[in-house]
């Protein structure tokens, strides 16, 4: 049995959290979910199940999406990542307007998913967006909403891209 | 209009429950029973835990009565001296440490006089498991018109069917959370649910006290579909009676599998039909049995019951109906409100057992629903008049064209008889759900809403009415937009909040647009007679009248009101239950597509067409994301989401192995509206949210029916229930 939470010591993680060096003693069998929401107060990040099935705690290590109930923070010791608070607001229009949040308790999971996939399009040669968002569970929006959503982040980007060019 | 909140919810920004930062908060847990049914014996708080370092409370806690209050008052806040189910809350404990309190709560052992647990509503109770009157049925119905059997002593054809439908879990993806404080000698909790005035009531009944010292405030809410309806009452009162013993502010969240095992699910249903026609396929008789398991509690059961019965002849005319029910209560878990209220139980019976009465006598089951439709002018099995204008075969024949439906059938037939082992067909159901309370419910309510000038000339909407995802917020802006003619900026939604909004009725029965928004429209009115206005004044003209009204008036406010009015010539007899059970019906056809895999039994949704007459829509993105969404969560019911009990509790409750649908495991909804506006909704509108729920379960069915020649009658469909039934039809 492990010690009381009152009497462990704590471990010092340092990792780069939304492009800023951060560093933060925890508890060593501490989730990266509750690190961030109770420690930090990055309380976008939400709950959904705990045991990886609802994707609803998605956030990016080292680009990758991962659900941070299921990530210890020593693992993130050293790692880039970002959460919903990353993402800026101006290029979620496209999922506003298709109904892709209901209650929202999803939603920024779903947003990091999105954003993964639209800085990733290669992924889209092998499978679809409905494929791609199956790690999301969402109980209100039935997912068309969010697959429309995601297409038109995608081609937002697409966009975006071409003015670049 | 985009969703009011939608930026905030797709940034994260949304403060819902769990991420509110409240000083010196601790948190609570509960120790639940068990046991599904016996005697305390004793509570043993163990040694290793240094127990004035927490907060304790048990049942002598509570100041009032140890009752949560509802429709009736059998049910503990915490239990007492026996427990009725396996997740009973016995003891709860607080301490500032989340993980000390988890320890703590694994270190109380309670022990149990066990008692014999009526665990299967479909046996009949032996005498040791009775604990309601003679038989354990906790609520009986009727409904009669006609002669039934004499009816069907003169029928051609006489179809016998029995349906059985499985629990189900809400699965909002916010698990139920309330935070609980005292201030200036209220009692005060904020938290994810849907009817603040049923917390304040429950409340208010067992903490002792008056209304006014007494508050509850709805925190933004992440999904309810009923879950948040009756529950919250108890966690409430949990974590009120920490704070008021502990004396500092509570937080409950309860983490996933607590939410899945021991809050409320979707009542099992066992329903008979034995249905009577003439030579040409006309119902001439329908008689229905319906039995709800309750649970351990009376909790909503009875206007579950009554809602069931009530949909359960179908939207058909038919001379001759006996419709009766029961809920029966059991040591089960207590269930409880759930989107579509009894409804999807009794249609997918009813909708189900219509492709069993056309494979019996041969008909082609859409012709057998055309010939049987309710057409104005014809009346319900209560007696109800339809009389809408709505033509509802042609809602039917909207989807049959939007789905292909006759092509698609003889694509499958060529399909099927060529293919080793996918197997394909095409299944429709047509259904009715009765928008807000039903028979004389809403006018109990007395529903009010408030609409006040505020000083800067905006409206302020206060009412107790909450959104839980659906979109209140919107409706109400856009109700309130269109009726005074200001932007959306100047309108504002109150946050429902006991202290300052009237009691507009809960956020159920798909009412909150349509009745909710109603009174919204009138109050507006109200607020323009009080600003001695016309009419007509709108827009600018109105923000001036509100700002000089507040320069004539110092240190007061404005304030249109309206209460519920029945909508003229409803009329509801309650003994006899005969009557306008509800003031308008929303009428549906869906059509499912199915492809069964032979070597799995696997079924999978191919495609779903959705139309719907609905009144008007008040924002086509938001009803459009309400059909989907229940369309989604009625797949999950009629194929995957199977609860697995073990001694009345819920043994898979995780979401690795109670299963709901991914985006992956469902189609596309194709979905169409058929506007015809209601005159006493909100812009027009009819109650739209639960509808969904009840067509989708009996058209993939019937499609899976289609599919492989088996009567499918037991939902969910699982492979292995699939498995049994194609095998078995093999062997015989």
Known sequence: ?165 | MDRVEGLAKLTGRERYVDDLAIQGVVWGMTVRSRCPRGRIKRIHFGDGVDWSRFVVVDHRDIPGPNEILLIERDQPVLAGDRVRHVHEPIVLIAHESREMVRRAVAQVRVEYDPEPAYLDYRLPPRPGQIQFGEDNVLKRLCIEKGDVERALRGAAHVVEGVYETGAQEHVYLENQGMVAWVEDGVVAVKGSMQCPYYVLNAMSHALGRAADEVRVIQAPTGGGFGGKEDYPSNIALHAALLAIKGDRPVKIIYDRGEDLAATTKRHPATVRHRTGLDRDGRLIAQDIEVILDAGAYVTLSPVVLSRAIIHAGGPYACDNVRIRGRAILTNAVPFGAFRGFGAPQTHFAGERHMDVIAARIGVDPVDLRRRNLIRDGQSTSTGQVIHDGTDRVAVMDRALDLSGYRARQREHEAFNASHPYLRRGIGLATFHHGAGFTGAGEVFLKSVVHVVGLPDGRVEVRSANTEIGQGTLTAFSKVAQDRTGLDGESIVIAEPDTARVPNSGPTVASRTAMVVGHLIERACDDLRRILGVDADTRGQALRDAIIAWHADNPGREPVGTAQYRKPPGIQWDEDRYQGDAYATFAWAAYVAQVEVDLRTFATSVTSMTAVQEVGRVLNETLARGQIQGGVVQAIGWALLEDVAWKDGAMANAQLTNYIIPTSFDVPPTRVQFIENPYAHGGGGAKGLGELPMDGPAPAIVNAVAAATGTEATTIPLTPERLMGLVLNDDAA
């Open chain 1, 1 to 165: 049995m492990t010690m009381p939470p009152d009497q462990q010591e704590r471990i010092s993680v340092a990792l780069t959290l939304n492009g800023r060096a951060v560093r933060v003693q925890v508890e060593p069998n501490e989730r990266l979910l509750d690190t961030l929401r109770y420690r930090l107060g990055l309380i976008g990040t939400k709950e959904g199940c705990g045991e990886g099935e609802c994707g609803a705690c998605t956030v990016s290590m080292d680009g990758v999406p991962v659900n941070s109930c299921l990530v210890p923070t020593w693992q993130a010791r050293g790692r880039r990542i970002e959460t919903i608070e990353s993402v800026e607001p101006g290029r979620l229009g496209a999922l506003l307007g298709s109904g892709a949040t209901q209650c929202g308790a999803c939603t920024p999971g779903v947003v990091m998913a999105a954003c993964w996939i639209a800085e990733h399009r290669e992924l889209l040669r092998t499978h679809t967006i409905r494929e791609l968002m199956a790690g999301n569970l969402c109980r209100c929006t039935g997912y068309d909403g969010i697959i429309e959503g995601v297409q038109g982040l995608l081609d937002d980007g697409l966009a975006e891209d071409g003015r670049d060019g």
